[in-house]
């Protein structure tokens, strides 16, 4: 499988740089919003667009996203109105786009014409945090036949045998959550991710490695980019553009971006 994820992270792991990859939920805090969002952060330096699905009951985000979704969905957005954010992004930008949901709406918008109509508008890959690996079969048969690189979690509490499995399951990367819980959790990096991604590494070796949640600042990035390939950040962000919606939430958006862009540098002459 050969999608714009594998070519970006194959790219960036050549050059020695790690992937910055960042999660928006799509028609927050306006559809029309959500392109020039994305154009505005990757102009700033990031690699992967992961763009969530509004969803009632969203079991793996924290309250921040609950709220961003919540707002979407009042905003009007489906799972039909996504496809035409990506169309419209597909217009400007050929960044890696993830869809990021939850397996219900897939269901009621008929899985394998998901699927298609996913592959038709760009999308590159898909993160559905409720389809178990052990229930996948038929899931990752369908993304496979469309060129959608399945993507799968992976936890502090996930067994070795389970980290390998994950990593055959998966296409693009690996999604290493840094700790148990949900998004957008405020207690910080917990010293034990260290080890964790450690584990990673040593059973995940089809796949990079990207971790994510909890991640807030510049600094967390710096902690962070030596023992995985990239991270993801998606809370933070949006509470930026939450405080920030009434005015011009562009600009601070962009130098966030930056700042996480230059704490993924190995070394400061970069």
Known sequence: ?????????????????????????????????????????????????????????????????????????????????????????????QIPIILMGYVNPLIAFGLERFMQTASACGVDGLIIPDIPVEESTAYRALAHDHNLAPIFLSAPTTSDDRLRQIDMASEGFVYCVSITGVTGQSNGIPDTVKEYLQRCRNNITKNPVLVGFGISSGKNAHMLAPYADGIIVGSALIKIINNNRNKNYIAPVKEFVKELKKGLKLRESE
């Open 1 to 93: 499988m050969n999608t714009r994820i594998h070519q970006t992270l194959s790219k960036l792991r050549s050059q020695n740089r790690k992937a910055l990859s960042i999660f928006i939920t799509a028609g927050y805090p306006s559809v029309t919003a959500t392109p020039e969002i994305i154009g505005a952060v990757e102009e700033a330096g990031a690699d992967i667009i992961e763009l969530g699905i509004p969803f009632s009951d969203p079991l793996a985000d924290g309250p921040t996203i609950q709220l961003a979704s919540d707002r979407a969905i009042k905003n009007g957005v489906n799972v039909t109105t996504v496809f035409d954010i990506v169309m419209e992004i597909r217009k400007i930008s």
